[in-house]
């Protein structure tokens, strides 16, 4: 468990916090009269980092407590850290209480037409909740943030109330998007 921990972690942070903590390390030597400098890599983050982190440490965790067997079908183990859905919207899942669903078989992959019709309404739902919310942002709040000064205080109040439904509008898109897309699966 130890080294599942550690080699999560320390690649997150590594990707995460190295050239930072080489940009201080650097400050430190190069105010204590050292010559010597750490080289900075310049790490693009791998997209999605910080999520399969997670969930590959909630898999340990569920491990490591008793609550689920060692998955031995590599497929099911990277289906589950990499399931599309969550992946979008979150959030992190448990072991215990995801890979049951998927060791069902195929079937439970094929939606029932009331899940596909539900599932497909929930996604377009959110796709259009997400295109107003960008239809906002652009048509309006970028207008404003851009050049505040011609706007009277009435409509920059205005736009602050609309900058919270965007970011909801936002958020709640993806989110109805990702659960439609996941229902369209069978979860």
Do not use: C
């Amino acid at each position: 468990m130890l080294l599942s921990l550690g080699g999560n972690l320390g690649l997150l942070f590594f990707f995460k916090y190295y050239d930072f903590a080489t940009h201080l390390i650097n400050q430190g030597l190069q105010s204590g009269g050292f010559e010597i400098t750490v080289p900075a890599l310049g790490l693009l983050l791998p997209v999605g980092i910080s999520f399969y982190t997670f969930q590959t440490l909630s898999y340990t965790i569920d491990v490591y407590r008793g609550n689920l067997a060692v998955e031995r079908s590599f497929l099911k183990f990277s289906l589950y850290v990499t399931f599309f859905p969550q992946l979008v919207a979150g959030p992190i899942v448990r072991a215990s209480e995801f890979i049951p669903d998927i060791k069902q078989g195929i079937y439970h992959f094929l939606p029932s037409g009331e899940d596909f019709n539900y599932g497909a309404f929930q996604f377009l739902g959110g796709l259009i909740k997400k295109m107003m919310a960008d239809w906002l942002a652009f048509g309006l709040i970028d207008r404003v943030y851009e050049s505040p000064d011609m706007f009277t205080a009435g409509e920059t109040l205005i736009v602050f109330y609309a900058y919270g439904l965007q970011i909801y509008g936002d958020f709640s898109g993806y989110t109805d998007m990702a659960l439609g897309a996941a229902r369209l699966m069978g979860f």
